[in-house]
């Protein structure tokens, strides 16, 4: 990686683990079978942002394994109808994902760049920004306008690992409130549980 890339990475991975950091500004929104979910409201945007937080008893090798088979991710991503590489660079990966929506609300999809990071201490962290202009628009789909989120994998030790999954979307378009609403509880819980249950049955 370039050293003007570099530094930009770790910007962007100081400014998302910085919001991380400020615990103040997120309510614990639900508690349930050792998965936690939190939410923060965002200033400037009707769109509140979720962090999900877990402990799976699995190895690094397996969860990561897992999040960088980018097809068969969508099994346990929330809603994820269709999920493909479009390229891949070193640390850097671009994706197209696909979700299914409820009945009237046009089905989205998204453009994701991700890029891995490796810390001394063997935890893994994917930062995820939307860059909704790099394919062109699909026919049938609505394109997410923004992404901006992590992946936080820490060992602990004993075969476990520390999960941590923040996002913070714009969905595009027109969506309902209670869709809104239900889905940035949902999607953290529901892709956290899903990832630990394939993860602990490996």
Known sequence: MG???????????????TT?????????????????VYLSEVPGSKYKAYRGITTIKADMATLRGL???????????HECREQKLLKNEGAESWTYTRFNTPWPVTPRDSVLHVTTK??????????????ADYVPAEKGFVRVTKVEGLWKLTPKGAGQVEVIYQVQTEPGGSVPSWLANSFVVDAPYNTLEALRRRAEQR
């Not at 050293?3 to 683990?17: I, N, P």
């Not at 991380?20 to 936690?36: M, N, R, S, T, Y």
């Not at 490796?118 to 860059?131: P, T």
């Open 118 to 131: 490796e810390d001394a201490d063997g935890s893994v962290i994917r930062i995820l920004e939307g860059v």
């Open 3 to 17: 050293s003007l890339r570099r530094v930009a990475v770790l910007c962007g991975l100081s400014v998302l683990m």
């Open 20 to 36: 991380a950091a400020h615990a103040e500004g997120w309510q614990l929104a639900k508690d349930e079978d050792g998965i936690k």
């Open 67 to 77: 999040q960088e088979d980018v097809s068969g991710s969508c099994a346990w991503i």
